[in-house]
């Protein structure tokens, strides 16, 4: 069951978190690893088997488990520092600073009762500044590190000669402590400056989406404006006429009426293509962006079978809209790696089926289907809106899992004569919601000049 929790609060996290998470459970494992692999083998032949030897050797080790215990505490505060996310109490590293001045004393202490040999010795004093070092390389610049570095191995090599290493122990002391420093400057640093960097792309385009949707409610509100500014305003005035000509008693205020009614209706249906977009969902754009788009997202998108551009435009349309809705899905849930799109079609029907990995993650998020229900898509659709869609043109829509962790969708519309949306007798749907509005829906008015310089005389002729 613990491995299950594990595994679900993994696979619940985006690409970028997981590898924000490694690279800390990284940072945190690197100083128990240098100790293990530094610290416990000179116990086999370096250190004299003795008894001062032996303690100093084993306080040695216990003040290294103690760095990496204050490394992982400092770890994640420093991370954040580095990231710009939280400032750093410099007098945390004050603990691990007077540690590692520890470590150098007990270093020096067996050297003096010669209790450990050069080989040892040079081991040790390499893992001595590398719990210090993971945490001070994210608060400080490279160069100050490189400097701080220098200092620590000065510190040594001066310690050391003081209680007697000479020749080339004591030389050998410069690169074995620097080169622990580096190590973690090497290891560390780039780390972590990636991870900023992706962080930093994953907020701007955040911040893009955030533009994109204030850009489209400026287009939205502009475009309504520009739709209904002026024909609310030509109804206003004959609405105005049409009284005056009614109070009068003058049969002109019917027809004064009925124009009315036809702006109206002409407006409500201005109205649906500013919602729409001014266009229907074109079948090869959508399937040429479909493919970008996942290829783009790391996803392998293969596109095979008819092109579709012989088919008619309402089964275009409809079939545009599954393959858009099909695609932003598999974006959105799951972790797929591949994604299949077929399209067949015959003298009886087309088929589209959008297959894809990842069925097994979409279940646990979606409650097995890696299509949103409800609320997704365009229009807030979902699969309830692309069934809406493809009832119109006598269409149906299967989704769900079809084995082997694969999600299957397959849309199939009838191109019989009578099924056809462009055979015999049949209406397409723009079409037949204009006949049920009635005449002059389908077209818009459009005057030749100004509401005002229209209508304005013809109000001031009757008011005389």
């Known amino acids: 069951m613990l491995v299950r929790g594990w595994r679900r609060r993994w696979q619940k996290r985006s690409k970028l978190e997981r590898i924000d998470l490694y690279s800390r459970v990284t940072l945190s494992v690197m100083p128990w690893l240098f ?3 530094w610290q416990l083998p000179p116990f086999g032949s370096d250190i004299r088997h003795a008894p001062l030897p032996i303690a100093l050797g084993v306080a040695l080790l216990l003040v290294s488990l103690v760095q990496c215990l204050l490394s992982n505490r400092n770890v994640q505060l420093s991370f954040a520092h580095y990231l710009g996310t939280a400032v750093f109490p410099r007098r945390r590293q004050l603990p691990p600073l007077v540690l590692l001045m ?4 007990l270093l020096a202490t067996m050297a003096r009762v010669d209790g450990i040999d050069d080989a040892g010795l040079l081991i040790m004093i390499s893992n001595a500044p590398v719990a210090f070092a993971i945490t001070q390389t994210l608060l400080v610049p490279v160069r100050t590190f ?30 074995a402590s620097l080169f622990g420093c580096v190590l973690v400057l090497i290891s560390v640093r780039p780390s972590a400056w990636s991870l900023s960097v992706m962080w930093q792309a994953e907020e701007a385009r955040d911040l893009q989406a955030r533009l994109a949707v204030a850009e489209e409610r400026l287009r939205f509100g502009r475009d309504l404006h520009d739709v209904l500014g002026r024909n ?54 959508e399937l040429a962006g479909a493919q970008g788009v996942l290829s783009a997202a790391g996803i392998g ?18 079939l545009g809209w599954v393959v858009r809705e099909a695609a932003t899905n598999v974006l959105r849930h799951g972790d797929p790696r591949h994604c299949t799109i077929r399209l067949r079609a015959s003298a009886d029907a087309v088929v589209l089926l959008v ?7 979409a279940d646990a998020g979606q409650g097995g289907s890696s299509v949103a229900g409800d609320g997704s898509g365009p229009g807030g659709s979902g699969l309830a809106g692309l069934r809406e869609r493809l009832r119109v043109v006598d269409g149906s829509l299967d989704a769900g899992p079809a084995g082997n962790g694969l999600f299957r969708l397959t849309a199939t519309i009838p191109l019989g004569p009578a099924a056809s949306p462009l055979g015999p007798g049949a209406v397409s749907p723009l079409g037949a919601e204009a006949a049920q509005l009635g005449p002059g829906t389908a077209s818009s008015a459009r005057l030749d000049k100004p509401p005002a310089a229209r209508e304005a005389p013809a109000l001031q002729e009757e008011r005389r």
């Open 355 to 361: 297959e894809n990995d990842g069925a097994a993650v």
């Open 102 to 105: 520890v470590s150098l004393g």
């Open 232 to 285: 609310l305003a030509v109804i206003a005035l004959k609405s105005e006429l049409a009284v005056e000509l009614a109070q009068r008693g003058r049969p002109e205020a019917v027809d004064q009426m009925v124009e009315v009614q036809r702006i109206a209706r002409t407006s409500q249906q201005e109205v649906r293509d500013v919602v729409r977009g001014y266009r229907e969902a074109d079948l090869s754009t």
């Open 35 to 37: 100790t293990l692999a």
């Open 301 to 318: 998108c293969e596109v095979t079978g008819d092109a579709g551009d012989r088919l008619p435009a309402p089964v275009q349309s409809a």
């Open 146 to 175: 490189l400097i701080q570095s220098l200092a620590v191995t000065a510190l040594g090599v001066g310690v050391l000669a003081a209680v007697g290493v000479r020749g080339g122990t004591l030389a050998g002391v410069v690169p």
